[in-house]
């Protein structure tokens, strides 16, 4: 979610228990700043870390992963060897 909203958000526990599902808030600023923040990006060309694994390899990106402690990029996990 993007954005805060006007009204209550419930969540059930049904859902976000078996998901692992962790819920996150951040103030970074107003539209205005990500507005701004995210033309600076387009302009100087900024791009995210990410990490392409094909399928076969998500055993090795969750150890990766799990041995750092963090991610220090985005490991994205493709379905087909090509798009790697």
Excluded at 23 to 30: E, L, P
Excluded at 33 to 48: G, H
Excluded at 52 to 57: D, G, I, V
């Amino acid at each position: 979610m993007v954005g805060l909203p006007n009204d209550d958000v419930k969540l059930s526990p049904f859902f976000i228990v078996p998901r692992a599902v962790r819920v996150r808030g951040s103030c970074i600023g107003s539209i205005q700043d990500i507005k701004d923040m995210l033309e600076l990006a387009s302009k100087e060309n900024v791009r995210p870390m990410i990490q392409k694994l094909p399928m076969s390899k998500v055993n090795e990106g969750l150890d990766m992963f799990c041995s750092r402690g963090h991610a220090e990029e985005h490991i994205a996990v493709v379905w087909s060897n090509d798009s790697c």
